[in-house]
């Protein structure tokens, strides 16, 4: 899974993504919560990062699309779980 994509959309971030073999496209569903650019096209990525930064973005739109279809507050829960044990303490 492309945490970054994760973690930028879940922040309310504009993002673009190449669509490489997985992850971004199975993230980026819908044209509103990010781009989808073919991988190696510099041209294209390029465009997409312009229109990214000239478009104002809705964060709560992304922020809300990522809680309910990944989750998002049960990934960082596993997340925290999978570095600290239930005393808050780093494992040893």
């Not at 970054?4 to 971030?13: H, K, T, V």
């Not at 569903?29 to 041209?43: A, C, F, M, Y």
């Not at 809300?64 to 044990?85: M, R, S, T, V």
């Amino acid at each position: 899974s492309p945490n970054a994509l994760l973690e930028a959309l879940a922040s309310g971030c504009s993002v673009v993504s190449t669509d490489c073999p997985t992850g971004p496209r199975e993230i980026l569903t819908k044209p509103e919560i990010g781009r989808l650019v073919p991988v190696d096209d510099v041209n294209r990525i390029a465009n997409a990062i312009v229109e990214s930064l000239n478009e104002p973005t809705n964060r709560k739109l992304k922020q809300d699309f990522i809680e309910q279809k990944h989750g998002f507050k049960q990934w960082i829960e596993q997340y925290l779980d999978a570095i600290f044990d239930r005393k808050g303490k780093k494992p040893t």
